[in-house]
């Protein structure tokens, strides 16, 4: 298990950009496939974007394609989350997530076994 820990959430206006930062305890981050996912008040949580232990492969939800970028840097154990274009519906609190397997095998969010406490992020219209 890994400790994740986000930052970076806030309140902004639709149009607005923000970038979160998960930040790993460890020496093995680069091991690790890292996704994020929120979830909105009264919703289920949803994937939102996830990297590549060695971060040449990455994945996006369509309702983000083109407006967030997830990235990392395995040299300071983080994974970001670049949040461009923001709309009402990209509030939720945002979480980070970690797995072992590669990420060509993760079908899921229960393939994730390593969470983090979650960074709100609010967007007003």
């Known amino acids: 298990q890994v400790q994740l820990v986000e930052s970076g959430g806030g309140l902004v206006q639709a149009g607005d950009s923000l970038r979160l930062s998960c930040t790993a305890s460890?020496?093995?981050?680069?091991?690790?496939?890292m996704g994020w996912f929120r979830q909105a008040p009264g919703k289920e949580r949803e994937f939102v974007a996830a990297i590549s232990g060695g971060g040449g492969m990455t994945y996006y939800a369509d309702s983000v394609k083109g407006r967030f970028t997830i990235s990392r840097d395995n040299a300071k154990s983080t994974v970001y989350l670049q949040l461009n274009s923001l709309k009402p519906g990209d509030t939720a609190v945002y979480h980070c997530?970690?797995?072992?397997?590669?990420?060509?095998?993760?079908?899921?969010?229960?393939?994730?076994?390593?969470w983090g406490q979650g960074t709100q992020v609010t967007v007003s219209s």
């Open positions: 460890g020496r093995t981050f680069s091991s690790y496939s």
């Open positions: 997530a970690a797995t072992r397997s590669a990420l060509r095998a993760v079908r899921g969010s229960s393939d994730f076994g390593s």
